[in-house]
């Protein structure tokens, strides 16, 4: 049996997308992607809930925490949170570019300090035995020199990090919004080849842009491993292949309808203990993108109306909106009244 790296394929962290339902949807598709959590600040972690930030299903593993902040002692903490929660990695975020994560001094902002990230690293590493990983961007702002980045992996390695997830862009600071930043700056998923072939023995995952199994088989002709972002989230139904695929496993794939009523008991868990519908609901509405009922399975979750009064009945009109059943899905509706 081929051994493939812990990262050759991995979901991306997502702000307010992949919270614990995503990722408990997203587990039932695949058993082997390695999965992130939303960012959760440092000082989020020392001052606030910790639970509600850190508690999540043990069915999700393999799940990583990704962690945002700039001060090495509080990000030794919140790392060592992370694996008292059970989280196999914690992922140190050096990419976001919003205005909103540089004015706590974190997020791809920190790729000018690469001393001080180096120092977070370090301490992180102290505190913790799990891997202590990086996402980062190419580059900053119009800079769009080889030996930033470079300089950037060659300073955190030397300072113990062993694993780097590159999104293949440049972080624009000033004048691009987030989702401006994933979509204006060009891929160069050529800086990111260069670096695996300058660094050998460090892991590098390639993010950014990838969106079908074509390019996922082209970047793991380079590097050690992909994540996929808003693909994965807006198709879900692609992670049902990432098993054999990426990892050789020969179980059966499962099915959307597998999907579905293996996610029914744990909606049905959640709604008792308070947890709205549509909180879990909202993650699954691509699941039959592109198939027959497709459109109507995401009009039943998403009205407002409908979906809010109906509770779980939604979600059973939903379900046999794009499987062969022996009611309507109006039926369906009305006996929840």
Partial sequence: MTTHSTWRFAVAPM????????????????????LYTEMVTAPALVHGDVPRHLDFDPAEQPVALQVGGSDPAALAHAAKLGERWGYVEVNLNCGCPSERVQSGSFGACLMAEPSLVAQCVAAMRDAVAVPVTVKHRIGLDANEDYGFVRDFVGTLAAAGCGTFIVHARNAVLKGLSPKENREIPPLRYDVVHRLKREFPALTFVLNGGIADWAGVDAALAHVDGVMLGRAAYHNPFLLAQVDWRVFGDEGRVPTRRDVLHALLPYVERQHARGVPVRAITRHILGLYLGQPGGRRFRQLLSDPHRGAGAGIAALHAAIAAVEPTD??????LDRAG
């Fill in 15 to 34: 702000m307010d997308w992949t919270d614990r339902h995503c990722r408990y949807f997203h587990r039932l598709l695949t058993r082997r992607a390695l």
């Fill in 327 to 332: 009611h309507s899905v109006d039926e369906v």
